[in-house]
């Protein structure tokens, strides 16, 4: 069983982040053929996308609890089942509350599926084949942003909107069946009790910030009620910290930030994915609306990107071996922040081979950053409050991909408002891409902090063996 878990269990929640990273963004390119079908305006079609973010917010920090009580099997099982119920719903819905209760249902499955996948694969893995698992994790769940546009662009061209959900039906069950014989019912024997209180907290607060900062600058909305939502979120988080010093078992442990390498992945993670989270909303608006790319041409180009990921995964575990988290994070935050902002001085003129060079590198990069970030956070982090970091990790990189949407969206209305226009041109994007760029590098000082010898447990080194043991 040793052997198994080493190499079949990070697959089996690879390809469950990829069919929710995939499904996540196929559906964009979709959304007017789906609003025609459905006799309905495009924009509204938005309400299905944001309602699945919401779900999201809302169940991941459950996730952990339930993981403890149920058995991580039972639970990964049953959200990978509820995602699966939810896209064929989505593919038999005909009116657009049938379709947005279908994204909400399938946002619980997908809530339970990435926290608990991780902590199912964190538990069977020694931290020794961590970084190594994790790689195999996050490459197909990075794939699917790059995958789906184009995808989708072919399925509704040649067949129906439809298959976009119900492709993932064979994958999900195909799931099922590997998860019962090869994933352990892993528990803990000491539940702890819900924290109801603290769920509903966080459950607002979420609500309040990811809606808010997705409907930011998108029309649909005021900004007196954008403001009011963000305002109330950000009131219920407050309440939900107090809350937490006060009671037993949070929900959320903030607990977990007193360890330094989680708090730094967490804090500094967030901040890089606000400013490249903005990216995959940014460019395919800049290379349609601002250079004349049509949308087949525009997902063709952005495979760059997953050229660069690729590349980087026989890459990333020398990198951080030889030059340790700390250097490889601070370096590579740098490096990740200028090619993000490099995409501001493009232009309709640019070579296509530039374009394509600069999303080579930036994907290479990007995806070294994020299994740095992702393979650190979990270094130091006991066994025993593996199912409480896994949770709080999601919640912080859902929230984190919301803002920056949101951001770069709010750049371009700004941008807008400032020329008194309503229609993007080429040069609209460059305050957006510049202002996520420096997004990005606020998080360098952070990576700063860390120890030289920060996740010695993961890459190896003179402590390695000491902090397994001690985390046993």
């Not at 964190?122 to 184009?150: D, N, Q, Y």
Request: proline fraction near 6%; hydrophobic fraction near 55%; include cysteine.
């Amino acid at each position: 069983m040793a052997g198994a878990a080493k190499n079949i269990i990070p697959l089996i929640v690879a390809c469950s982040l990829f069919m929710e990273s995939l499904d996540s963004t196929i559906i964009a390119t979709a959304l007017p053929t789906i609003a025609h079908s459905l006799d309905e305006d495009p924009l509204k079609l938005n309400l299905a996308i944001t309602c699945y973010l919401l779900s999201l917010s809302i169940f991941i920090p459950l996730s952990g609890w339930m993981a403890d009580r149920f058995g991580a099997r039972a639970v990964f099982r049953a959200a990978i089942a509820v995602f699966c119920i939810g896209s064929i719903c989505c593919g038999l819905s005909n009116t657009l509350s049938e379709f947005v209760a279908s994204r909400m249902l399938q946002g619980m499955g997908g809530a339970l599926m990435s926290p608990v996948g991780r902590f199912v694969m964190l538990r069977s893995v020694p931290k020794s084949e961590l970084m190594r698992a994790m790689i195999i994790v996050t490459t197909p769940a990075m794939l699917g942003p790059v995958f789906g546009p184009p995808l989708g662009g072919l399925i509704v061209t040649y067949f129906s909107w439809r298959w976009i959900f119900f492709i993932n039906v064979p994958i999900a069950l195909i799931g099922i069946v590997l998860v019962t014989m090869f994933v352990d019912n892993l528990r803990d024997d000491n539940v702890r009790p819900l924290d109801l209180p603290g769920f509903l907290l966080t459950g607002f607060g979420l609500c309040g910030l990811v809606f808010g900062f997705e409907v930011a600058g998108r029309g649909g909305l005021s900004v007196t009620t954008v403001i009011a939502m963000m305002v109330a979120g950000a009131i219920c988080l407050t309440l939900y910290v107090w809350h937490a010093r006060r009671t037993a078992f949070p929900v959320i442990d903030l607990d977990l930030l007193k360890i330094p390498t989680f708090r730094i992945a967490v804090t500094g993670g967030t901040l890089t994915r606000i400013g490249i989270g903005a990216l995959p909303f940014l460019l395919p608006l800049m290379l349609q609306l601002g250079f004349g790319y049509t949308p087949i041409e525009s997902g063709l180009l952005t495979f760059a990107s997953a050229a660069g990921a690729m590349l980087m995964r026989v890459t990333a575990t020398p990198i951080i071996r030889a030059f340790g988290y700390r250097r490889t994070l601070v370096f590579n935050a740098f490096l990740t922040s200028a090619l993000l902002g490099v995409n501001a001085f493009w232009t309709p003129t640019t070579p296509v081979v530039v374009i394509f060079a600069v999303l080579l590198f930036g994907g290479f990069f990007r995806s070294l950053q994020f299994s740095a970030v992702n393979t650190l956070g979990y270094s130091d982090v006991p066994i025993a409050m593996m199912s409480r970091a896994t949770p709080f990790a999601s919640m912080a990189q859902q929230l984190a991909m919301s803002i920056g949407v949101g951001i770069g969206a709010l750049f371009l209305h700004l941008t807008l408002l400032m020329r008194h226009d309503a229609v993007l041109t080429a040069g609209d994007f460059m305050p957006a891409f510049i202002g996520v760029g420096l997004l990005s590098l606020v998080s360098l000082p952070l990576f700063l902090q860390l120890e030289p010898d920060a996740g010695a447990s993961v890459i190896g080194g003179h402590r390695a063996t000491a902090v397994e043991e001690e985390n046993e």
